[in-house]
């Protein structure tokens, strides 16, 4: 219905494939969130049920960035215009590139910025995510540039088609427990509404402890304490577990992004 309504049904034909989007970082306000005549769905509706993949992300305006807030956070947006006012749905998994700093190679070994220190270079480019935009982001993680010496590494043991297995499974277990629950209408760990995550992902005593150190050294919001969570009860589902230990909530902490680096959370 989105894809009808923007127009973009090619031949009229419907598809029940989930949406892969990825706009270009001129992309404007209306491009990404929706608006303009008519008002057009966005990016944001566009990838409703999909991935949204904002590459190069600091290139994007902060402005058009920030308008990601409120649909990351509702799964819906809402396009107020003069004559209409209209809300699309935008559930989207967001997705994002970056390079460590504006030249791109800050962190590799001997690089030398062009503009000195490289500390400096890297600080000022991710500075361009917003503290809050961040906060919203699960998983961060540095991937090392390919060396020659990864290309005639053996093929990693498990494939594409194995990871999906396990992530099927996974979903199929947070499925069976929400509708245990009574709660057909949450279908992910994602969509669990703040209270209920604290009943199904509550971790074993070393977990509590850990996530309560965490909290403070971290200095986790009150959202990135049940993203946290979010995570870890993901990360034991992964591994067939009932229970959310230790092991699940240090993995989780690992991928909140280095908010020393950062602005921090509002
Ligand atoms: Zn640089």
Do not use: W
């Amino acid at each position: 219905m989105i894809q009808s309504v923007a127009g973009q049904l090619p031949d009229g034909a419907l598809s029940n494939r989930r949406p892969f989007r990825a706009p270009h970082h001129s992309a404007s306000m209306a491009a990404l969130v929706g608006g303009g005549t008519g008002a057009r769905p966005g990016e944001v509706s566009l990838a409703h049920h999909g991935v949204l993949f904002l590459d190069e992300l600091p290139e994007f305006q902060p402005q058009v960035l920030d308008s990601l807030r409120q649909p990351l956070e509702t799964g819906e947006v809402m396009i107020a215009r003069a004559q209409a006012r209209v809300t699309y749905p935008a559930r989207f998994q967001l997705v994002a590139a970056m390079n460590p700093c504006r030249c791109g190679q800050a962190t590799e070994p001997g690089f030398a910025c062009r503009r000195q220190p490289n500390d400096r270079c890297m600080a000022q480019y991710q500075a361009r995510i917003s503290g809050p935009l961040l906060d919203r982001m699960d998983l961060s993680i540095d991937v090392p540039a390919v060396t020659a010496a990864d290309l005639i590494l053996p093929p990693p043991t498990e494939g594409s088609a194995e990871v999906a297995g396990r992530v099927a499974a996974a979903r199929e277990r947070q499925i069976r427990r929400f509708a245990a629950l009574g709660r057909e209408d949450i279908r992910s760990n994602a969509h669990c509404p703040p209270p209920l995550v604290e009943e199904i992902a509550r971790p074993d005593p070393e977990g509590v402890s850990l996530i309560r150190d965490a909290a403070d050294a971290m200095r986790l919001s009150a959202r990135g304490f049940h993203r946290v969570l979010k995570v870890a009860r993901t990360l034991a589902d992964l591994d067939g577990e009932d229970r959310v230990r230790r092991i699940h909530i240090a993995e989780a902490l690992s991928y909140r992004a280095q908010s020393d680096r950062r602005p921090a959370a509002a």
